[in-house]
């Protein structure tokens, strides 16, 4: 595997209620922002190899995540980029992505972001229901949604996803795989599907807290979530993970690096990475994040991200340590990642990395959700079942 790089914007046009990502509304630090994460791309492209395990052979990819990447001047974005792309020295058969939003962005925007190097976008459409987009909070209405994607294509971009949200109150089955018929029928073939989720601290929590009749039911959800995968199952975009679904050689690379359990690198405020077994993250704050790019040195980084010491030392304003992973916390997690996948499980990649049989190591979990017809094995492969699905966190959780 290649190198792979997450890159954070941590700027929205306006907050939706449900979400809990970082993210700040203020863009008048944008500017400084995106010089001192090239700063950052610098530093990492210098000094993060000797902890990038990763980097060995295959592809590069680099994801351009947010927040909203394009609701900046796409001049900061493309400058970004190209200071990762020439210090890193990313090949030319790199995925590199960028996530946009309909209401931000423009065919103008599309063919800069072209032209500096991005090959793939990943597009915030939630939904082609405007009652949906309302309830949601969303910036664009349906119409925005088809101009933005026919934008998309006409700038030049081939490989373009989109990511729908299932369960908002208000939003039916047929609602949703109308929505989705329309985005193929204009050639999308990468789709990301999630739940929506009421987090805590967001305006849908206040909202929804004491009124969770006014949620989508369980069953209905998981209806839902089977329909998307049918349906997109027959138009050729193939269920590769749990949310995502692709044409054959579509599927994002950068997120299989994830559940692979690869090394990435991580810049900007917010972002989380992981090197030489450490997860750790970027402090949810831009001021700071802007200020304190001069404690990013290597003595600070090997206090982080180095084995020497017991502790991991955080990297002031910057940088801490999320949690570091022995090699049996890493064979723990293996089967948490790769059961998200419909690969599922290599049984003779777990022994290559590990040393250990899995069948030795998870006999009795293993054997207890065959027999619940949740799991399935097959040759060296193991893998959640159509039913496994609707339990996949309890599966998952019963390895940990
Ligand atoms: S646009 Fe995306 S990142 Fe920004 S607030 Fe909405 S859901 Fe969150």
């Given at each position: ?45 210098d000094y993060g190899k000797r ?24 001049g900061l974005v493309c400058a ?150 049918g349906f997109l199952a027959g ?166």
């Amino acid at each position: 595997m290649g190198r792979h790089i997450y890159v954070h914007n941590p700027f929205c046009v306006r907050k939706c209620p449900y979400c809990d990502f970082y993210s700040i509304t203020d863009r008048s630090y944008a500017e400084k922002y995106y010089k001192a994460a090239a700063v950052e791309a610098r530093f990492w492209a210098d000094y993060g190899k000797r902890y990038d395990s990763s980097s060995d052979d295959g592809p590069d990819t680099v994801y351009f995540g947010g927040g909203t990447p394009s609701c900046v001047p796409e001049g900061l974005v493309c400058a970004l980029l190209e200071t990762v792309v020439s210090s890193f020295g990313i090949g030319s058969d790199a995925e590199i992505t960028l996530e946009v939003n309909p209401a931000s962005f423009s065919i103008e925007k599309g063919k800069a972001y072209k032209k500096s190097g991005f090959n793939r976008l990943s597009m915030g459409i939630q939904s082609l229901d405007d009652d949906v987009l309302k309830t949601l909070g969303r910036l664009h209405d349906s119409k925005g949604a088809l101009i933005a994607l026919d934008a998309a294509f006409d700038s030049g971009f081939t490989n373009v996803s989109a990511d729908f949200i299932t369960g908002v109150p208000g939003q039916t089955v047929d609602g949703i795989i109308a929505g989705l018929r329309t985005i193929v029928d204009k050639g999308i073939r990468h789709v990301s599907t999630y739940s929506l989720m009421i987090e805590e601290g967001t305006p849908f929590f206040a909202k929804y807290k004491d009124n969770i009749e006014e949620l989508v039911p369980p069953e209905t959800e998981r209806a839902m979530y089977h329909a998307v995968r049918g349906f997109l199952a027959g138009k050729g975009i193939m269920p590769y993970e749990i949310s995502n679904s692709a044409a054959p050689g579509l599927e994002s690379r950068h997120n299989t690096a994830y559940w692979d359990g690869r090394d990435y690198y991580a810049i900007g405020a917010g972002a989380h990475g992981f090197l030489n077994s450490v997860r750790f993250g970027h402090y949810d704050d831009v001021g700071s994040y802007i200020d304190s790019l001069d404690f990013l040195t290597e003595a600070n980084v090997d206090a982080l991200l180095g084995h020497a010491g017991e502790t991991a030392d955080p990297v002031e304003g910057l940088l801490y340590c999320e949690e570091r992973l022995s090699l049996e916390d890493r064979m723990r997690e293996y089967p948490f990642l790769k059961l998200r996948t419909s690969k599922g499980i290599d049984i003779s990649e777990f022994k290559e990395r590990f040393g250990s049989d899995f069948g030795d190591v998870y006999k009795d979990v293993l054997q207890k959700n065959i027999n619940k017809g949740y799991l399935k094995a097959e040759g060296q492969r193991i893998f959640l079942t159509e039913s496994g699905l609707d339990f996949a966190n309890l599966v998952m959780e019963d390895f940990l």
